[in-house]
């Protein structure tokens, strides 16, 4: 069963406007990490932000926030103040610790910024 | 500047040969993943290990690939006998468990192109 779902697979958005790029899952585990990877077009994959389940803040990191609804299972993206450099894949993903703490990816979505 | 190195970062190899690819965690670093990314399947889960020992190949096609590491430096991925469907970008990363969020470290990729 797909425990990450991105269900966007992409998006425009324009320079300076906000993004929010969702993200829901599935777990049963009360104890579990939300990540979220952002890949430009060069490939490589870059650690942007992370929320623990057991945060009772959301967690932000310059223009990135997390928008968590735990009652929801969402852990949503949130880009402040779009720049052209924002274009990219998008991908978020899951630590369960009753998984041994493997982390999984979603599908990803690929954000385009507009000048 | 500690990072993930992965080698090769290019192959084309023929279909029934043996691929190798390698990586060298960050020192100190004690999960290693590999991942695969297709345009179908997205980050694909094939294995990780916690401190050298193998949690879990599931992702993994067992007939003809293998996951190893041989010490704390090096981890290795098999394809034998490779084949066309195996083209993909693989990923190797590692993180410390149980330390700040354990985010992945991602290397750079190797592109495995199996004509």
């Known amino acids: 069963a797909q425990k990450i779902t991105q269900t966007q697979p992409g998006m425009f958005v324009q320079e300076k406007e906000a993004v929010t790029l969702d993200c829901t899952y599935d777990?049963?585990?009360?104890?579990?990490?939300l990540f979220w990877y952002k890949q430009p077009s060069s490939g490589e994959m870059i650690f942007l932000i992370y929320?623990?389940?057991?945060?009772?803040q959301n967690a932000t990191e310059g223009r990135y926030s997390l928008n968590f609804q735990k009652a929801r299972k969402s852990a949503n993206l949130v880009i402040s103040a779009s720049q052209l450099g924002d274009s990219a894949m998008y991908f978020c993903?899951?630590?369960?610790?009753?998984?041994?703490?493997?982390?999984?990816f979603g599908s990803g979505t690929r954000l385009s910024i507009r000048p | 500047d500690a990072r993930v190195t992965q080698t090769p970062r290019h192959k084309v190899t023929e279909m029934g040969q043996e691929v190798t690819m390698r990586c060298q965690p960050i020192l100190g670093h004690n999960t290693v993943f590999w991942y695969r990314q297709t345009m179908m399947q997205g980050l694909e889960l094939l294995a990780y290990f916690r401190n050298r020992a193998p949690l879990d190949d599931s992702g993994m096609p067992k007939d003809r690939f293998s996951a190893e590491m041989p010490d704390a430096t090096l981890a290795t991925l098999k394809i034998q006998p490779s084949e066309p469907r195996d083209s993909a970008v693989y990923f190797c990363?590692?993180?410390?468990?149980?330390?700040?969020?354990?985010?992945?470290?991602f290397g750079e990729g190797s592109r495995l192109t199996v004509l």
């Open positions: 777990t049963s585990d009360p104890s579990y990490g």
């Open positions: 990363a590692s993180g410390l468990e149980r330390q700040g969020t354990g985010e992945l470290f």
């Open positions: 929320q623990g389940s057991y945060d009772q």
């Open positions: 993903a899951m630590r369960e610790r009753s998984s041994a703490s493997k982390i999984i």
